[in-house]
């Protein structure tokens, strides 16, 4: 599994079996050159042992993170509104993101580690776990804009907000969901498949991995969807946060008419701007994943390793943060989180 020195970085395999490769960066790219064959996992290079245990940091986080945050939306009163739905189903996808993450990982590493394993095992491995990965990691992001959307709707309609209708929306748009991301990446398993190099040696050996082609309209359509996946969820929470700071701002400037509409507008800022910060934050972590998907194939990951390792691995921290963002900052949400710990502490001591 090596980049052939002599060969331009657009091409992988040896002269009789090069394979082009014309998309942005994976995740096998960025490890290619740094993992050993038949080495365990201690005699592997320091960015192998560094990302693995940084892996394992991540599923451990993710794991706390998802398990309190499934504590504190089962209470039964927040699952009165949409919003508390949504929640409690992100916090089962964020978990199902870094889980594939962790899955997608080991898979990289312990298939070039380990050459017994099988092709058959090694190409369902390469067509299915990065578009489940996307799945999920795409569905998280769309739920959380589905809970700003329904804190705007909220808004919107006041005393005239039907629970029973945003419970029912927010049960067809957890089913749907997954139907309509899939049929944006249904795509990408005839677009991956494993690549294999007959090396001639003192011991032949072939050498296998995980590539990706696309055509230039296949190639165009995934930007397209990368971007919409991205950006879409951005523009939901962006547009609905400054929704609610206007339209609160106005109804408090109606109400109270002391104020002028621009104090009520600052003062609404000051206090949500939670809701202004959170999609920001959240789209700035998930901007290294794009730019690496958008590089040139041609890239040259060992020589800035670490770069492309750090962009690839803090691109999927918003999975581990619905804590922070969501949980944390809410009163109403800290108290059933608290309520929640309280009832489990009990049930343990019994």
Same mark, same amino acid.
């Given at each position: 599994?090596?980049?052939?020195?002599? /060969? *331009? $970085?657009?091409?992988?395999?040896?002269?009789? /079996?090069? %394979?082009?490769?014309?998309?942005?960066?994976?995740?096998?790219? #960025?490890?290619?050159?740094?993992?050993? *064959?038949?080495?365990?996992?201690? $005699?592997?290079?320091?960015?192998?042992?560094?990302?693995?245990?940084?892996?394992?940091?991540?599923?451990? +986080?993710?794991?706390? $993170?998802?398990?309190? *945050?499934?504590?504190?939306?089962?209470?039964?009163?927040?699952?009165?509104?949409?919003?508390?739905?949504?929640?409690? =189903?992100? *916090?089962?996808?964020?978990?199902?993101? #870094?889980?594939?993450?962790?899955?997608? %990982?080991?898979?990289?590493? &312990?298939?070039?580690?380990?050459?017994?394993?099988?092709?058959?095992? &090694?190409?369902?491995?390469?067509?299915?776990?990065?578009?489940?990965?996307?799945?999920?990691?795409?569905?998280?992001?769309?739920? $959380? =804009?589905?809970? =700003?959307?329904?804190?705007?709707?909220?808004?919107?309609?006041?005393?005239?907000?039907?629970?029973?209708?945003?419970? !029912? #929306? +927010?049960? @067809?748009?957890?089913?749907?969901?997954?139907?309509?991301?899939?049929?944006?990446?249904? /795509?990408?398993?005839?677009?991956?498949?494993?690549?294999?190099?007959?090396?001639?040696?003192?011991?032949?050996?072939?050498?296998?991995?995980?590539?990706?082609?696309?055509?230039?309209?296949?190639?165009?359509?995934?930007?397209?969807?990368?971007?919409?996946?991205?950006?879409?969820?951005? =523009?939901?929470?962006?547009?609905?946060?400054?929704?609610?700071?206007?339209?609160?701002? !106005?109804?408090?400037?109606?109400?109270?008419?002391?104020?002028?509409?621009?104090?009520?507008?600052?003062?609404?800022?000051?206090?949500?701007?939670?809701?202004?910060?959170?999609?920001?934050?959240?789209?700035?972590?998930?901007?290294? !994943?794009?730019?690496?998907?958008? &590089?040139?194939?041609?890239?040259?990951?060992?020589?800035?390793?670490?770069?492309?390792?750090?962009? %690839?691995? #803090?691109?999927?921290?918003?999975?581990?943060?619905?804590?922070?963002?969501?949980?944390?900052?809410?009163?109403? %949400?800290?108290?059933?989180?608290?309520?929640? &710990?309280?009832? @489990?502490?009990?049930?343990?001591?019994?």
């Amino acid at each position: 599994m090596f980049l052939v020195k002599t /060969h *331009s $970085n657009c091409f992988i395999g040896d002269y009789c /079996h090069s %394979y082009t490769k014309p998309i942005g960066l994976t995740l096998d790219d #960025i490890l290619r050159e740094e993992i050993r *064959s038949n080495m365990t996992l201690s $005699n592997q290079s320091f960015s192998i042992r560094m990302t693995s245990a940084l892996t394992m940091i991540m599923f451990v +986080a993710a794991l706390i $993170n998802s398990g309190l *945050s499934f504590l504190t939306f089962q209470s039964k009163d927040l699952r009165k509104v949409g919003c508390g739905i949504y929640l409690l =189903a992100s *916090s089962i996808t964020s978990f199902l993101t #870094i889980s594939m993450f962790t899955a997608k %990982y080991w898979f990289v590493v &312990l298939s070039q580690i380990n050459e017994s394993i099988s092709s058959s095992v &090694l190409r369902g491995g390469c067509k299915s776990i990065e578009p489940v990965l996307k799945l999920f990691l795409y569905l998280d992001a769309w739920l $959380n =804009a589905c809970v =700003a959307a329904e804190r705007a709707f909220n808004v919107s309609k006041g005393v005239n907000f039907s629970k029973e209708k945003s419970r !029912r #929306i +927010a049960r @067809w748009l957890i089913l749907l969901l997954p139907f309509c991301i899939m049929a944006t990446i249904i /795509h990408e398993p005839w677009h991956r498949d494993l690549f294999e190099d007959n090396r001639e040696g003192d011991v032949k050996r072939i050498y296998a991995w995980c590539v990706t082609y696309y055509s230039r309209s296949v190639q165009d359509y995934n930007t397209a969807i990368l971007f919409i996946h991205l950006l879409g969820p951005f =523009a939901v929470n962006l547009f609905s946060a400054l929704f609610i700071i206007f339209r609160l701002a !106005r109804q408090r400037s109606v109400s109270r008419s002391e104020q002028t509409y621009r104090e009520h507008f600052y003062e609404q800022l000051s206090e949500h701007k939670q809701l202004l910060i959170s999609p920001v934050i959240l789209l700035v972590l998930a901007l290294p !994943r794009v730019i690496i998907s958008l &590089l040139s194939g041609c890239a040259n990951a060992s020589s800035n390793l670490w770069l492309f390792l750090s962009g %690839y691995f #803090i691109s999927f921290t918003p999975s581990i943060l619905i804590l922070f963002v969501f949980v944390l900052p809410s009163k109403l %949400y800290r108290k059933a989180l608290k309520e929640s &710990l309280r009832r @489990w502490q009990r049930r343990m001591h019994v």
